[in-house]
Structures are given as C-alpha cells and as structure tokens.
C-alpha cells in the first residue's frame, strides 16, 4: 500500500509537538514529507518529483548529495562519528574559513545559526562592556530571546509567549536607516554591539538601502560598537567570502552556518583576533580566564567537520557561486518577462543565487527598495499560498514566502521547467483575480 505524505503527518500528529520539527515547515492542509534527494531533485514520499528551489533552507549551494561531501562523510563515519576531542579536521576547516572569510582571524564553531549569533552577541558584549544592542526591523537572527523583539512585526512586541521582558529590554530595534541609526546611537551610549543580516531582511526579500552597511561600518567605528554581520545565509552565496568579501566591507565578527557546513547541522563564529581572544582559556579579559565561556557537545564534530571541509573546498573554486548565480539570473529574467507580458503589478529581484517575487503597486523602475518590510511581507496570505500552491503543484518548490535559492546544480531544464509553471501558476492567479493589472 502506498503511503502519502497526509499520512506521515496524521502519524507525527501524535508524537511530535505540531506534528513538525520547524514551524515553518508546516503548509496546509499538511507538510510534505520527503523519501531522497539528489543535485537539484527531491522525492516526496508518494514518488512526486519537485525541483527544489529549497535547497535545505538555503544550505546547499552544491546541491543534493554532492559525491565530494557525501564521499567525505562516508569516509569519516568509518572512522567515528564523534570523540569529544579535539581532531585534524576541524582545523583544517577553520582554515579554510580564514581563507574565505575576510574578518575571521580566528574561528569558533557552534551548533547552529541560532548558536552562532548568540555566541557573537555574547562576545560583542563582554568587549564593549555594554549590554544594549542595535538590530533592524525584519531581520532574522535565528530564534533566541536576544533577538526575538523586531523580528516580525510589530516589531516593539516579542514574536513569542515565554520571553522574559528582562531579556528584551537591552534590545534596541530601528529601521534600516543610517540617519536613524546615527540618531540612536547618539542618543544611547549604552549600545555597544549592531547586528545585521547584511542581505537585508529575509535574505534579501527586503533589500537594504544603497550604501547603508558602508554608512553602518563608519557608525560603529564612530561609536566604538562591535559590528556584526549575519552571514548564516550570504556567507559563501553571495562570493565564496561571502558578502564582506564582495563588497569589502569588514565586519567585527561574522555568524555562519548552512553553507560552512556542506549542510549539517552546525555553524561557527569569525572575527578579529583581538575580540575573539576573549574566548582563550589561556587569556584573561577582566579578571576573568577566559573572558567568555562557550561550550557545546558537538561543536566542530568529526562529521560535520569533514562534510564542512569538502562543501568549502568546492566553494573556494568559485564555480558553485558562477553556476548558481548564472541559473538564478535565468530565472529573474525569466520571471520578469513573464509578470511583463500579462501586464501583472509585480517585480521579481534579487541577488547572487536568489530570486523573490513580489505582487502589489509602489514598484519603481522594477524596484521595491521604496516599499519598506511591512508592505513586502505584507502581500496577502491567499497571494502566498495561490503562488506556492500552484507551483508545488507543478512540481516546484520555493524556500519560504515567494522566495527561493539556487544551487550549482540547477540546469537550463530546470529554469525552463520552472518558468513554464510559473506562468501557468499566475495565469490561475489573474483568472482568480488574484493579483492587479500594472
């Protein structure tokens, strides 16, 4: 007898809590539950096939089970999974991230990108000495209570019951505005640290205004705070030094995770050697040795080192980033022409290995840097769910909202598939009467 992915769920709705591991996994009427991957394909239970614009939540630029990551695990599994030493590997991969990563003299791993920013929160404010920090509306820094408030709107609220108000309170939420910025930062001699998910909110779904991370670089030097820059995404996408290295604009510490991994489970922590070395258990920072303390079980383990330095060797060529980036821009033309030739209100942008799609008025010469995060996240639920419905129909399947992410192994066929369904998708949209007339 066949099994579905309904059936999956009418099971996991009796052990796990929501029935999912991960809230946004969750899509009605039920998730989908895939059997096997492979390059740009993935197979739901039932046998469906998807291109999957996915790609792990953004983790696998090199696609499904690439033979060099999967070659390298294999490999190390024979060897052991895990040993709670310290081992080769993970400094060789430490030292592939030193040479990819502009900021980051020295290396941390953690567990996640959750655990990445919080460790370089935690940095930042033992080295500042301040407590406060500066984030931006709509940025996403993973799910801890440091960065809950201004994650979603509105974005003076926790997005979450059992947050304590005291763990909120040292949190300072603005636009992405550099006038704004300088005002708080004048006005508050109590912030010490500015995070930032440099893409912009929702890697890059709203983008940040021309010219702002240079203007934010110059503020922190100004007022003595430690800059970090949310990479867990953009790291290793958009340049194999990420976006720092692309655009030359150096940051105090760096989050990562995703990509470092080769697309386990893990992330790490980069910066200037002189904050980092509050981490030393042979130095002492104000009276303390070390001056942070960070621990974390499987923190660069064996596995997830070896996946790591297979997955950075590869990126280090540049030839994932080219492909990706080059089956991306196929698919924003693609899309263009389409919203374009049914006359539909809509943009479709984005950078590197990323597109986003978005439908409703204010749009200016294709662009939508004039329309602010609320009106770009703020496009109907039955817009969201006629888009991806009718592609995940069609055998596509996007990341998150309208947005999605290539990989190396994306093909000219999976573009033109793709594109194909897009235009059926929103010709079902415009008879719905879905979306407006440009």
């Not at 709203?206 to 922190?220: S, W």
């Not at 109907?380 to 991806?388: D, H």
């Not at 055998?395 to 897009?422: I, N, P």
């Amino acid at each position: 007898m066949a099994v579905s992915s309904e059936d999956f769920y009418d099971r996991a709705r009796g052990s796990l809590a929501g029935g999912v591991s991960h809230q946004s996994r969750y899509v009605a009427p039920y998730p989908k539950y895939v059997d096997r991957a492979q390059g740009s394909r993935k197979w739901e239970v039932d046998g469906k096939e998807y291109i999957d614009y996915a790609m792990g939540s953004a983790s696998l630029l090199l696609g499904h089970a690439h033979p060099e990551v999967v070659k390298a695990l294999t490999e190390q599994a024979s060897k052991g999974t895990f040993f709670a030493d310290s081992h080769p590997l993970e400094v060789d991969w430490a030292e592939l991230i030193q040479s990819l990563i502009p900021c980051a003299e020295r290396v941390r791993f953690v567990g996640s990108g959750t655990e990445a920013t919080m460790l370089a929160i935690r940095i930042a404010r033992a080295y500042s000495g301040k407590d406060k920090i500066l984030r931006f509306e709509g940025h996403y820094h993973g799910w801890h209570e440091f960065v809950d408030l201004g994650m979603a709107a509105p974005y003076d609220q926790p997005s979450s019951l059992g947050i304590l108000p005291g763990t909120i309170e040292a949190t300072v939420v603005v636009p992405p505005d550099a006038a704004r910025v300088a005002e708080t930062l004048q006005a508050d001699s109590e912030i010490g640290t500015i995070i930032c998910e440099v893409s912009g909110a929702n890697y890059g779904s709203v983008p940040l205004p021309y010219g702002f991370l240079g203007a934010l670089r110059q503020l922190a030097d100004q007022h003595n705070a430690v800059l970090i820059f949310d990479e867990v995404i953009t790291g290793f996408r958009w340049s194999p030094g990420g976006l720092q290295a692309r655009d030359q604009i150096i940051p105090d510490l760096t989050s990562m995770a995703k990509i470092v991994t080769g697309g386990l489970p893990g992330g790490a922590v980069g910066g200037k050697e002189e904050i980092m070395r509050l981490l030393d258990p042979t130095h002492e920072y104000r009276g303390r040795k070390p001056g942070v303390v960070h621990k974390g079980t499987f923190n660069g383990s064996p596995l997830i080192s070896a996946s790591g330095v297979a997955a950075l060797t590869q990126v280090k060529t540049g030839e994932p980033n080219r492909l990706a980036d080059a089956a991306a821009e196929r698919l924003r033309s693609g899309m263009r022409q389409i919203i374009e030739q049914h006359q539909v209100a809509g943009a479709v942008y984005g950078e590197a290995s990323t597109f986003h799609v978005y439908f409703g008025d204010g749009i200016v010469d294709g662009s939508v840097t004039e329309l602010g995060a609320e009106q770009i996240r703020g496009v109907s639920p039955e817009i969201i769910f006629a888009l991806r419905n009718g592609l995940r129909e069609r055998g596509v399947d996007l990341m998150s909202h309208m947005s999605g992410v290539t990989s190396m192994a994306h093909t000219d066929e999976d573009v033109d598939q793709t594109l194909e369904a897009f235009e059926d998708t929103l010709r079902g949209m415009i008879s719905d009467q879905l979306v407006g007339r440009a």
